[in-house]
């Protein structure tokens, strides 16, 4: 009996489940690795940071997920090493792999360009602990807030610096806004929650770099609207637990804030370093591995690199951004061309990604959208936002959840996912107690 052609892809997110969903019925082994047994859909993980949804609304247990498909295996595990001539890779626990095609979507993790210290004060969004982190550092500023024994003290826990104005920067600074202007605003008895102070840093001269211009002014003036205060063209030094120090030109200054949050660039992952390294493949400089039009590397037409990993070009010549469309066009793909060797046909088209355009959330019934290059802002590019990602949740099951707790919060502003977890640092416990018998600011 002839030994089925063994595809691995490593990776669960949008490239690589959307890979392995597509060999459904190819006549292939699919076995599909994964450091978590979960499906990840990150583009709403600042919901959960800020409240609005549970961990398990966005996520689908990868094991559900190909259930009902029989030619898929799923296993828990992160991939170590591999030996690209051996056809093998190696995972942390000294397991073993081989393969005839391999999918590497390992995606990519935040960078604080070179200054990884900054990590343990600055959370940044990339996966849930990091989101329940920063849940808690928010609802604990204003608890912490509420018992300050001075107004200067409180000043310090309701100032919250974002740092950089992407869409993620602009759209935690959205949430954090209607938090304190809305859903805390009868909560507490000695602070404002209006009073809050919050801070987008960017470096750029506008926010939103990516988006046209047109659409990045509107953001701007959107997340204005809400009370957030832009700062642009300055670069953070230094971030502590008392605040971050920025650079404007040749001056530098200090900005007090107990709250920091990261929002800034990402980099490989250390499979990714290790490919590369073993391939001999060439690496830009945030370490994405430099593919083939059909996506594969050099020398080795049977790895894949797809998504964030893969630092694949467009049709302008122009690196394709690290989002969410790139990846599932990029594992579709890499599918669609491993069943077409197996099944014997020569010749198969390049890579040609389809830019169906990009969008961001600033705050209730506000958003900004570039759709097939017609541009939209407020509420049609709200609507049109939440359609796309309700459309792309995995589950239906979670669609339905996901649906219900927006029409609850656009009607109510409460966000019922307002927990504070853990027992990480800055815990009331293990604080100094302030004076209860002085009030803070009113």
Known sequence: MTQKHRVVILGGGFAGLN????????????????????????????????????????????????????????LLGEAADIDPDAKQVKLHDGAAFDYDSLIVATGSKTSYY??????????????????????HKIL??????????????????????????????MEL??????????????????INPKEARIILMEGGSRVLAAYPPDLSEKAENLVKRLGVE????????????????????????????????????????????????????????????KVQPDLTIPSYPDIFVVGDLAAAQGKDGKPLPGVAQVAIQGGTYAAKTIRARVEGKKDFPPFRYFDKGDMAVIGRAAAVANIFGLHFSGLPAWLIWLFIHLMYIVEFQNRVLVFVQWGFEYLTFS????????????????????????????
């Open 19 to 74: 890979a392995a969903q597509k060999l459904r019925r190819a006549p292939v082994v699919v076995t599909l690795i994964d450091r978590r047994n979960f499906h990840l859909f990150q583009p709403l993980l600042y919901q959960v940071a800020t409240g609005s949804l549970s961990p398990g609304e966005i996520s689908a247990p990868l094991r559900g997920v190909l259930s009902k498909q029989k030619n898929a295996l799923v």
């Open 173 to 190: 600074a959205g949430a954090l806004a209607e938090i304190a202007n809305e859903t805390l605003k009868n909560d507490f008895r000695r």
């Open 140 to 169: 604990y500023a204003f608890e912490w807030a509420e018992r300050s024994a001075t107004e200067a003290e409180a000043r310090e826990w309701l100032t919250f610096v974002i740092v950089g104005a992407g869409a993620t920067g």
């Open 230 to 289: 832009g700062m642009k063209g300055v670069m953070a030094t230094a971030i502590d637990s008392t605040g971050v120090t920025y650079k404007r030109g040749d001056a530098t200054e200090k900005l007090a804030a107990k709250t920091v949050l990261w929002a800034g660039g990402v980099m490989t992952t250390s499979f990714g370093k290790k490919l590369a390294e073993r391939t001999k493949a060439e690496a830009d400089r945030s370490g994405r591995v």
């Open 415 to 442: 966000r019922g996912a307002r927990l504070i977890t853990g027992s990480g640092e800055g815990d009331l416990q293990g604080q100094p107690h302030p004076n209860d018998t002085n009030s803070a600011c009113k």
């Open 114 to 135: 070179g200054n990884d210290a900054w990590r343990e004060f600055a959370p940044s969004l990339k996966t849930i602990e990091e989101a329940t982190t920063i849940r």
